[in-house]
Each structure stands twice: as structure tokens, then as C-alpha cells.
């Protein structure tokens, strides 16, 4: 896990840049919070209120996730308000963080926008029962959440504006469906039930920490969509919070709320939850534990007690979402994985036809941004995969089998990228066997996501001059590559997941 954690590969430094500008964007936040006189507590609500708005808002442009930051305040404030104004009123207040918890969830359904404000309105609600928001604090918790949010768009837009060209984003949930079959719907009712019974067991434990169970349920079915991912994910939160706990019992604790070498450990925190959260879920929620140790810290409420009742209440909402997850209208992962697997096909099909046609003189095709989205869908793709590779996964024949599917797809990726910047090629001319060997590969993605259609009879390739385009026959390489990784994946897509695989 530790070098998967450092090894991981980091194109462009991507990660290493939105870690380094979080860091910066927060430091300033809470500068400018703590500058114009404001207290500990909304000091703490600015600055986390600027890691949300850094990590979550992830439109596919720029100008969609300025218009994402601007929107944040009109969900975040009204609840911040509902959440000090239900202070005093536990019953009330117990029903509506279930409410916002499935209605965060529920706003998934508006892509890549609905996700980010769902997730500020939770933590919203979620902060305020952190620091026992009451109403009489509110005027200065709003000036320091819209303080640090500018602060925040400043380093983001202005400051440190590298996101220029962007790929598609990562898809949150399979699209379609209707009622209690889309899965926003279906995750929301979820998050409701794993919420109340969270909420319930975490109140017997503790009347003061109790929203930690309820947090700890509804992150863990972010980015999942069937029960293998949810139980998953259930598992890594539980293992970095633990992990997070014995590293904030030998740092946070001894320091005892020191400004200074907490500040600094707040950074580095902060730097490990932006730079591993793409690549470990177990360590971004390690850095997460330590974070909030070093918070109750500065707050004067750190001891040892407290951090055992976090790993107690992180359990119980582990708990909670694996109970709902299985009980209340559960999907199974094989059949999440079919629809992941399935959309990543067709667009490799996409692709293909958008080359041909670009080889063919079509100014207007671009594979390119398909080339980018089938990138997109395999990541989702291996996190729907993710429970079946596990290492503690006993289902040897479906691990292997997974195993084998992700290798081929990733087969499929190079050769789509291979075939999208041959495309690029402005000298590249048509040749009629692309045609050909496009309709072939055509085919075989209709064998793979149709099942009981049978392979085409293969066409002969094109009698075409001698003498040929070096891009056309560089093209032709990565189709036939196409077709042969497409054929590969017809044995362990359409056989058993039960049966051993038998390579050809």
C-alpha cells in the first residue's frame, strides 16, 4: 500500500500540483479568515469550507467549475443556518442531517456540479454539529465561509490556473434508469437507511460525537455504486482511520494544540489528502484522521478517549452502509461491472469510427476527446472491478478473471490512443481497407455486448496501391490491434464467472 502510495504514476504532476495548490489555497483561506478578526471555530468552518470547495468542484472546464465555486454559498449557507437553527431541537435535527445526507446523495444525478454541491451541503451540516454551531454564531461563520471561498476561487482562477485543457470528467454514477432503477435514487434511499441506523448506534455510544458514525456512511458510498464497491470502501475507511488514530496518538496529542507545529501539520495533512486521494483511499483517510486530531486539538478536546470513539463510530457507520448496501435494493457487482465494461466498449467503437472518418478527410471528426472519455471510463471501470481483485478477496477464479479483463481494456486504451494521434496526422490519407478493419472491430464490440451474437465471417482486406500512407498503415496496426484484444476479451466476458480461465 505504502508504494503504491509513492510510485504511483503522476502524469504532468497533476497530483502533486492540486496538492501544492490546496495547500496554498487553504493557507490563505484561514489567513484571511484569522486576519479580519474571526474565532477559532469560524476560522476552522472558512478552512474547511475552501478544502471542499478545492477538492469536490471538478466541472470538465474551467468556467463550469467557477460557476460550481460561485453556487456553493446558496447551498452551503441556508444549511449551515438549518443545522444552528435545529441546535437546541435533537429530534428535528436528527431527521433533517438524514434528509441532507440523501439528498446530497440524490443530487448526484446532475453530474459533476450536483456532486460537488451535495457534498458541501452534507459537510455543512456536518461542521455544524463538529463545532456545535448555535444560531448567535452565524453572522461570523457566514463572512468567514464566504472569506475563505474567495480566497479559495482567488488561488484556484487566478493565482494558480492550470486547467486549461481538461479531459471529460470522471463519471459518478451509471446514467439511466427510472424510479428506484437510477442509481442516485436508489444510492439515496441507501444513505437515508445506513444514516438513521449510523445516527441511532451512534448516539448510544456517544451524545456528543455521534455525526462521526453518520459521516463515516455516507462517504464511504461516494464513488460506488454496487455492494462489492460500497463494502470495499467500508473496509479501507476503517483501516485508514485506524492507521490515521495511531499516527495522531503519537503527533497530535503530545502537542497539545501548539499553533505553530500544528499549523504545519494541518498542511502536510491537507497535502496528503489531495495527493493520495486518486490513488488510496486508505491513506487519504489516514491523513483525514490525523487532520481532525490536530482540529479537536486546537479546540482543547484531544485525548486519547476521543480518538478510541472515533474508530468506534467510523465501525458503526462501516456498519451501517454495509447493512443497507446489502438489505435495501442492493446491485451486485458483477452487474455493475457488466455496465461499466459494456460503456467502455461502445466507446472504444466511438473512437474507432471517429478515426475513419477523420482518415477519411472529415475535418470535423476527432477521436481525441473519445480517447480521453474511454480514459475516464476505465478508472471508473477499476473501481467497479476494485472488490474482486481485492487481496482478501477468496473468489479465485473471478479475481483472475478481472484481472485478465482489466489488462485487455488497458490493451484497448493504448491502441485507441495509438489510433487518435495517428488520426492527428493532417498527412495521413484514406486507405479502403480502414473501412474495412473499422466494420471489423465494429463487429467484434457487438459480440461482446450482445450476447448471442456471433463473430462476422472476416472481410478480405482492400487491394489498394503499393505504395502506402505511412499514417494509414499506422492506423491499420492499431486496428488489427483492436480486433485481436476485442476477440481476447470474448472468453472471459462471456464464460462463467465461476470457471477457471483458460488462455487460448
Known sequence: MLKRMFVAPDPGRVRLRFAVRAVLGIMVAAAASGITGHSLAAVITGGLAALLALFTVADPTVRGQAVTTALLPAVGLPVLALAAGLHAHPL???????????????????????????????????VA??????????????????LALAAAAAVRFGVWCYERRLPPPLVPVLPGGRGLARTTTRQAAQVAVAGAVALGIG?????????????????????TASRGETLVR???????????????????????????????????CVFGIFYTAAVSYTWMMLAVTVLVGLLYGLLGVLEPAL??????????????????????????????????????LHCVHRCTTEAARRLAGDPEADPAPLAAELETLLVRARLSVAPLVHPLSPLRARKARARRVLALLDDCAREVRGLAAVAADPQASHDARLAAACRRVEAAVRVLVAPGVHPAAAEPEAETAAAHHPGAEAALRHLHGLERVLADLVAPLHTSPRAPLVDA
Open 129 to 146: 454539529q463538529f463545532l456545535h454551531t448555535v444560531p448567535g454564531q452565524l453572522p461570523r461563520l457566514f463572512t468567514s465561509v464566504l
Open 203 to 223: 448516539q448510544l455510544l456517544s451524545q456528543d460525537r455521534w455525526y462521526w458514525a453518520v459521516g463515516a456512511a455516507w462517504w464511504i458510498f461516494v464513488n
Open 307 to 344: 480518538l478510541a470513539l472515533r474508530v468506534l463510530e467510523t465501525g458503526v457507520g462501516a456498519l451501517a452502509a454495509a447493512l443497507a448496501v446489502l438489505l435495501v435494493l442492493p446491485v451486485s457487482t458483477h452487474a455493475t461491472n457488466d455496465a461499466w465494461i459494456q460503456r467502455a
Open 234 to 268: 467500508g473496509f479501507r475507511r476503517v483501516a485508514g482511520t485506524v492507521l490515521g488514530i495511531g499516527v495522531g496518538a503519537l503527533v497530535a496529542v503530545p502537542l497539545e494544540g501548539a499553533a505553530l507545529p500544528t499549523a504545519v501539520l494541518v498542511a502536510l
Open 92 to 126: 428535528a435535527r436528527d431527521v433533517a442531517f438524514v434528509a441532507v445526507a440523501a439528498a446530497g446523495v440524490y443530487a448526484r444525478r446532475w453530474g459533476a456540479r450536483g456532486h460537488a454541491l451535495g457534498v458541501f451541503g452534507f459537510m455543512t451540516f456536518f
